[in-house]
């Protein structure tokens, strides 16, 4: 016997396997054919139902290349052709306030494909509306009805430009600087025209935006100019001002002070020179007169033309005088005349070089006089010129800031002149690359890609309700499923009987004992009775994890086919509750029985009835007789066993479902081997683990599990069994 074990808790890999699969198909085909079916009806239904919708494309294009007319900066500056700017330019496309402009343009809202207000219910709508019919109610209440027309239109308005939005759509070709929008309609001429009024009204706003910051810019520039005029103004003002009341009036770059100083000095230089040149001449002649030379021989007598002609005269005399004394003599008259002339000239020169050096005095007098006087104004001139040079500070604190408000007033003016210029030069960043097309064909539905779609979907679809169905089977099926998931043995299959069949088991296995429902007993006989060489193997106990398995026809089958097989062999009823092998084995009810005996009021002869075609011994259950008491847990039990077990070679034990009845489990404790049993797609995997479970537990010898009610065509036609069933099919009879 192979020892029970507690691996039976794995996952089930039945699908993983690809034989395995394709048997899940086999046994799923009709479920697997019916989403198919279904998905593809539906999705055919769908297309040709569907509402044609055509959808066509512009596309504008971001102009990287700088267009310069002339050199004037412009307010709002083109766009850099960036990716970022691009995706940026994308969103703004996309934005309900140009959607709301075309809706506008277009009129879209008398449009019933984009005004949820001008369709027809839907059938959402018309059950909400019926429902609410039923419970009394209305939707159009009076306070709704007259809050209706207040924002009526703003509601329109929002939901057709969600609608066009919805419709619509914009996105970036690839890595280059185009922007493609689309539209879909079901009129392919309004989707062409909203595609292309949306690229228009697009490079309109373009435009617009460099136009309004430019005439924002003009507005705000004229108003600024007018301030800054206004402060230059009062800046030279108080520039003028100031200069006038401080005295600082200029010609020039000099103030009249300072020019006026420059001049005093230039003139005090020159006077000074004159004073010196005058003093030097005077100096000279004194200096001739205090070495007693006489002032004939200085510059100035030289110089004079009344000395130069008195001496011309003297030397005439003198020339007529030396002329007269070599003539006659030193004591002529005329020598005497001319002696007195000599004298009167000599006498007038002296005189003249006398008047010369007075001149020469009163000229140095002058020049000092004038040199003193130039001193004195140029001294009054230099504490004005300082008082001018302190009040210069303030003078030019004024003059640096009415500076500052004329440079900004200039740069202000050459902008605004540069933006007054530049209004009518303003071009789009972007420019249109090609125009949206009125469709010729619709764009949806696709009637040949959604059949594909609808056939494609359909396949998967199918395999994930084969997939399903399988993972959520939580039915016994297979006896790999028992061996691999619970690792015990499988014991086999016991094919379902049908018709008279089933009527009666009995007389179809004695009529039929090579059929493959007699095999089946005889390889369970067999598992039975090889599972413990070492042990003899005479107490069997059969059970299941719920009512309804089989398990009674199960004993009762193995036991006539193990007495016809001339094994001593007796079947026991252990099923207190519903004593279904009492009732269906014995055509009376037996007056002695299993409990009878076992309190001793009757012996094992008495209580045993016999088959007398087969050979099989039962002790039965008789009808009316219940007890409360723990029989199987006994020790008169153990007795009657051993007793039993002296006498026959196996003893089958009908049992209740072991997850019920409590005494079930306390028989499968004290029996040589238990024999699970499990319908065929019945049974359930938890409750065949828990019955596992318990056996555990109770440290039961667990012989295997063996599957009930198998319908053998469905069984190999479905993929459950192996390929070589027909091969060996033959060896049984039906």
């Given at each position: 016997m192979v020892p029970y074990t507690q691996g039976y808790g794995q996952v089930d890999d039945r699908i993983s396997d690809p034989k395995q699969a394709l048997r899940a198909l086999r046994r799923r085909l009709m479920l697997f054919l019916f989403v198919i079916l279904t998905t593809f009806i539906a999705v055919a239904v769908f297309t040709f139902q569907a509402t044609p919708v055509y959808t066509t494309s512009a596309s504008v294009i971001m102009d990287s290349r700088d267009k310069t007319v002339i050199d004037i900066g412009s307010v709002l500056s083109g766009l850099p052709p960036e990716s970022s700017v691009v995706d940026t330019e994308v969103q703004i496309i996309r934005s309900r306030s140009l959607a709301e402009k075309v809706v506008r343009q277009l009129n879209l809202t008398e449009v019933q494909e984009f005004n949820p207000f001008l369709q027809e219910p839907g059938f959402t709508a018309k059950a909400k509306t019926w429902v609410q019919g039923l419970l009394g109610g209305s939707a159009d209440t009076a306070g709704e009805t007259a809050a209706v027309p207040a924002d009526y239109e703003e509601i329109e308005m929002e939901l057709v430009v969600s609608a066009l939005l919805s419709k619509t759509a914009a996105r970036r070709i690839a890595t280059t600087y185009g922007i493609e929008i689309s539209a879909r309609s079901q009129d392919p001429e309004l989707a062409a025209e909203i595609a292309n009024k949306i690229v228009d009204q697009y490079l309109v706003e373009q435009l617009d935006a460099k136009f309004d910051a430019t005439r924002r810019a003009n507005a705000w520039l004229e108003e600024r100019l007018s301030e800054l005029r206004e402060e230059v103004n009062t800046a030279e003002n108080a520039v003028e001002e100031y200069r006038a009341s401080s005295g600082l009036m200029s010609a020039g770059s000099t103030t009249l002070n300072q020019q006026q100083m420059g001049d005093l000095n230039a003139q005090l230089i020159l006077r000074r020179a004159e004073l010196a040149e005058a003093e030097a001449r005077l100096s000279t002649v004194r200096e001739l007169a205090t070495r007693g030379v006489s002032a004939e021989v200085s510059g100035e007598a030289l110089n004079s033309p009344v000395i130069s002609e008195l001496r011309r005269q003297q030397a005439e005399i003198l020339r007529e005088r030396a002329d007269l004394q070599n003539r006659y003599g030193p004591l002529h008259p005329d020598i005497q005349r001319i002696n007195n002339e000599e004298a009167n000239i000599q006498s007038q020169i002296t005189t003249e070089l006398q008047r010369i050096v007075t001149n020469l005095e009163g000229d140095v007098s002058i020049a000092r006089q004038r040199v003193n006087s130039l001193q004195s104004n140029l001294g009054q001139i230099r504490n004005t010129v300082n008082q001018n040079n302190q009040a210069s500070v303030r003078l030019r604190e004024l003059e640096r800031s009415a500076e500052a408000s004329r440079s900004i007033y200039e740069a202000f003016l050459a902008r605004f002149k540069q933006t007054n210029e530049s209004e009518g030069l303003a071009e789009a960043d972007a420019r249109l690359l090609s125009s949206a097309p009125v469709p010729r064909g619709p764009s949806f539905p696709k009637t040949g890609?959604?059949?594909?779609?609808?056939?494609?979907?359909?396949?998967?679809?199918?395999?994930?309700?084969?997939?399903?169905?399988?993972?959520?089977?939580?039915?016994?099926?297979?006896?790999?499923?028992?061996?691999?998931?619970?690792?015990?043995?499988?014991?086999?299959?016991?094919?379902?009987?049908?018709?008279?069949?089933?009527?009666?088991?009995?007389?179809?296995?004695?009529?039929?004992?090579?059929?493959?429902?007699?095999?089946?007993?005889?390889?369970?006989?067999?598992?039975?009775?090889?599972?413990?060489?070492?042990?003899?193997?005479?107490?069997?106990?059969?059970?299941?994890?719920?009512?309804?398995?089989?398990?009674?026809t199960l004993t009762h089958g193995l036991g006539i086919m193990s007495a016809m097989s001339g094994t001593k062999t007796l079947i026991v009823d252990g099923d207190f509750r519903r004593k279904r092998l009492s009732e269906t084995v014995l055509k009376d009810p037996a007056e002695k029985g299993f409990l009878e005996c076992l309190f001793g009021e009757c012996t094992i002869e008495e209580a045993i009835t016999t088959d007398e075609e087969t050979g099989l011994d039962i002790l039965p259950l008789t009808p009316d007789r219940h007890t409360p008491r723990d029989v199987f847990g006994s020790r008169t039990f153990d007795n009657l066993m051993e007793q039993l077990e002296e006498r026959y070679d196996l003893i089958l034990i009908d049992t209740g479902p072991l997850l019920l009845l409590a005494e079930t489990r306390i028989i499968t404790s004290k029996v040589d081997q238990v024999v699970v049993i499990s319908r065929w797609l019945k049974t359930n995997r938890a409750a065949l683990k828990q019955a596992l479970s318990l056996l555990r537990d109770f440290r039961a010898q667990v012989a295997g599990v063996a599957i009930n009610r198998v319908d053998t065509n469905r069984y190999h036609r479905q993929g459950y069994g192996h390929s070589g069933y027909k091969s060996y099919a033959k060896y049984y009879t039906n």
């Amino acid at each position: 016997m192979v020892p029970y074990t507690q691996g039976y808790g794995q996952v089930d890999d039945r699908i993983s396997d690809p034989k395995q699969a394709l048997r899940a198909l086999r046994r799923r085909l009709m479920l697997f054919l019916f989403v198919i079916l279904t998905t593809f009806i539906a999705v055919a239904v769908f297309t040709f139902q569907a509402t044609p919708v055509y959808t066509t494309s512009a596309s504008v294009i971001m102009d990287s290349r700088d267009k310069t007319v002339i050199d004037i900066g412009s307010v709002l500056s083109g766009l850099p052709p960036e990716s970022s700017v691009v995706d940026t330019e994308v969103q703004i496309i996309r934005s309900r306030s140009l959607a709301e402009k075309v809706v506008r343009q277009l009129n879209l809202t008398e449009v019933q494909e984009f005004n949820p207000f001008l369709q027809e219910p839907g059938f959402t709508a018309k059950a909400k509306t019926w429902v609410q019919g039923l419970l009394g109610g209305s939707a159009d209440t009076a306070g709704e009805t007259a809050a209706v027309p207040a924002d009526y239109e703003e509601i329109e308005m929002e939901l057709v430009v969600s609608a066009l939005l919805s419709k619509t759509a914009a996105r970036r070709i690839a890595t280059t600087y185009g922007i493609e929008i689309s539209a879909r309609s079901q009129d392919p001429e309004l989707a062409a025209e909203i595609a292309n009024k949306i690229v228009d009204q697009y490079l309109v706003e373009q435009l617009d935006a460099k136009f309004d910051a430019t005439r924002r810019a003009n507005a705000w520039l004229e108003e600024r100019l007018s301030e800054l005029r206004e402060e230059v103004n009062t800046a030279e003002n108080a520039v003028e001002e100031y200069r006038a009341s401080s005295g600082l009036m200029s010609a020039g770059s000099t103030t009249l002070n300072q020019q006026q100083m420059g001049d005093l000095n230039a003139q005090l230089i020159l006077r000074r020179a004159e004073l010196a040149e005058a003093e030097a001449r005077l100096s000279t002649v004194r200096e001739l007169a205090t070495r007693g030379v006489s002032a004939e021989v200085s510059g100035e007598a030289l110089n004079s033309p009344v000395i130069s002609e008195l001496r011309r005269q003297q030397a005439e005399i003198l020339r007529e005088r030396a002329d007269l004394q070599n003539r006659y003599g030193p004591l002529h008259p005329d020598i005497q005349r001319i002696n007195n002339e000599e004298a009167n000239i000599q006498s007038q020169i002296t005189t003249e070089l006398q008047r010369i050096v007075t001149n020469l005095e009163g000229d140095v007098s002058i020049a000092r006089q004038r040199v003193n006087s130039l001193q004195s104004n140029l001294g009054q001139i230099r504490n004005t010129v300082n008082q001018n040079n302190q009040a210069s500070v303030r003078l030019r604190e004024l003059e640096r800031s009415a500076e500052a408000s004329r440079s900004i007033y200039e740069a202000f003016l050459a902008r605004f002149k540069q933006t007054n210029e530049s209004e009518g030069l303003a071009e789009a960043d972007a420019r249109l690359l090609s125009s949206a097309p009125v469709p010729r064909g619709p764009s949806f539905p696709k009637t040949g890609l959604n059949l594909v779609i609808g056939l494609a979907l359909g396949l998967m679809l199918g395999v994930g309700a084969v997939v399903a169905a399988e993972a959520l089977n939580s039915q016994i099926s297979t006896g790999e499923e028992i061996e691999e998931s619970f690792h015990v043995p499988f014991l086999g299959n016991f094919p379902r009987l049908v018709g008279n069949e089933k009527k009666d088991p009995r007389r179809y296995l004695i009529n039929n004992p090579t059929s493959a429902y007699a095999e089946s007993f005889r390889n369970l006989r067999a598992s039975i009775m090889f599972a413990d060489l070492d042990n003899d193997m005479k107490t069997v106990a059969i059970t299941s994890s719920q009512p309804d398995e089989g398990k009674t026809t199960l004993t009762h089958g193995l036991g006539i086919m193990s007495a016809m097989s001339g094994t001593k062999t007796l079947i026991v009823d252990g099923d207190f509750r519903r004593k279904r092998l009492s009732e269906t084995v014995l055509k009376d009810p037996a007056e002695k029985g299993f409990l009878e005996c076992l309190f001793g009021e009757c012996t094992i002869e008495e209580a045993i009835t016999t088959d007398e075609e087969t050979g099989l011994d039962i002790l039965p259950l008789t009808p009316d007789r219940h007890t409360p008491r723990d029989v199987f847990g006994s020790r008169t039990f153990d007795n009657l066993m051993e007793q039993l077990e002296e006498r026959y070679d196996l003893i089958l034990i009908d049992t209740g479902p072991l997850l019920l009845l409590a005494e079930t489990r306390i028989i499968t404790s004290k029996v040589d081997q238990v024999v699970v049993i499990s319908r065929w797609l019945k049974t359930n995997r938890a409750a065949l683990k828990q019955a596992l479970s318990l056996l555990r537990d109770f440290r039961a010898q667990v012989a295997g599990v063996a599957i009930n009610r198998v319908d053998t065509n469905r069984y190999h036609r479905q993929g459950y069994g192996h390929s070589g069933y027909k091969s060996y099919a033959k060896y049984y009879t039906n």
